[in-house]
């Protein structure tokens, strides 16, 4: 068993940078891959970036690449979602999820664990 809490939404304006946060207790971190998902009112929730559990290849939606970056400490058992250059279609829930031994994959159901999420809410 797995628990995951995320951290460090909020509100912020056009072009600026957040930092999310997922830290992780129960069981060896390492043991997992970890993914970011969002999901906004009344849409479907969608991947967002990951970090495969063993070398930490990573992955991300066409529209974050360049400007979202994922990583993990696995000393922290903390995973992270750097944010740059938010736009409002970024508003949304942010969830991070885990997969024992998972590769990183985009599909929801590949992963066993979820947190409740944290707001990410990007003013124009």
């Known amino acids: 068993q797995v628990q995951l809490v995320e951290s460090g939404g909020g509100l912020v304006e056009v072009g600026d940078s957040l930092r999310l946060s997922c830290a992780a207790s129960?069981?060896?971190?390492?043991?997992?891959?970890m993914g970011w998902f969002r999901q906004a009112p009344g849409k479907e929730r969608q991947f967002v970036a990951s970090?495969?559990?063993?070398?930490?290849?990573?992955q991300y939606a066409d529209n974050v690449r360049g400007r979202f970056t994922i990583s993990r400490d696995d000393a922290k058992n903390t995973g992270y979602l750097q944010m740059n250059s938010l736009k409002p279609e970024d508003t949304a829930v942010y969830l991070c999820?885990?997969?024992?031994?998972?590769?990183?994959?985009?599909?929801?159901?590949?992963?066993?664990?979820w947190g409740q999420g944290t707001q990410v809410t990007v003013s124009s």
């Open positions: 129960g069981r060896t971190f390492s043991d997992y891959a």
């Open positions: 970090i495969a559990w063993s070398g930490g290849a990573t």
């Open positions: 999820a885990a997969a024992i031994h998972g590769i990183g994959s985009r599909r929801r159901d590949e992963y066993d664990y």
